[in-house]
Nanobody
Framework: QVQLVESGGGLVQPGGSLRLSCTAS????????MGWYRQSPEKVRETVAT???????NYAGSVQGRFAISRGNDKYTIYLQMNNLKPEDTAVYYC??????????WGQGTQVTVSS
C-alpha cells in the first residue's frame, strides 16, 4: 500500500516562494507519471503540474513559468518549486499518479496560503 506524504506548505507573501515535497512509502515513483494537484474550497481539484517517466513536464497555464516539478534522486520523492506566488495559488496541494486510472490513496496534502 503506497502512502503519499506532502510537506513544505505554509504562509507566504505574494511574490514569495515555497518548495513542496511529496514522499512515497512502499514503492518508488520512477515508473509513474506523477503530478501535483491543488484544491481550494470554492474550486474542484485541478492538476497543476505533471512529470512523465522520461522527465517531460507539463503545467497548467496559470502556473506556467512560475512552478517547476521535479523528481528526487531517491526515487521516492517529487518536488514542486513555486515562485512568484499569487493569492490565487492558495489551496491544499496534493501529489499523486497523473496518468491512466490508477491513483494511490490520497495524502492529507499541504496547505499553501499566499497573503499579505
Amino acid at each position: 500500500q503506497v502512502q503519499l506524504v506532502e510537506s513544505g506548505g505554509g504562509l507566504v507573501q505574494p511574490g514569495g516562494s515555497l518548495r513542496l515535497s511529496c514522499t512515497a512509502s512502499g514503492r518508488t515513483l520512477t515508473s509513474y507519471t506523477m503530478g501535483w494537484y491543488r484544491q481550494s474550497p470554492e474550486k474542484v481539484r485541478e492538476t497543476v503540474a505533471t512529470i512523465e517517466t522520461n522527465g517531460d513536464t507539463n503545467y497548467a497555464g496559470s502556473v506556467q513559468g512560475r512552478f517547476a516539478i521535479s523528481r528526487g534522486n531517491d526515487k521516492y520523492t517529487i518536488y514542486l518549486q513555486m515562485n512568484n506566488l499569487k493569492p490565487e495559488d492558495t489551496a491544499v496541494y496534493y501529489c499523486n499518479v497523473a496518468a491512466g486510472s490508477l491513483r494511490f490513496n490520497w495524502g492529507q496534502g499541504t496547505q499553501v496560503t499566499v497573503s499579505s
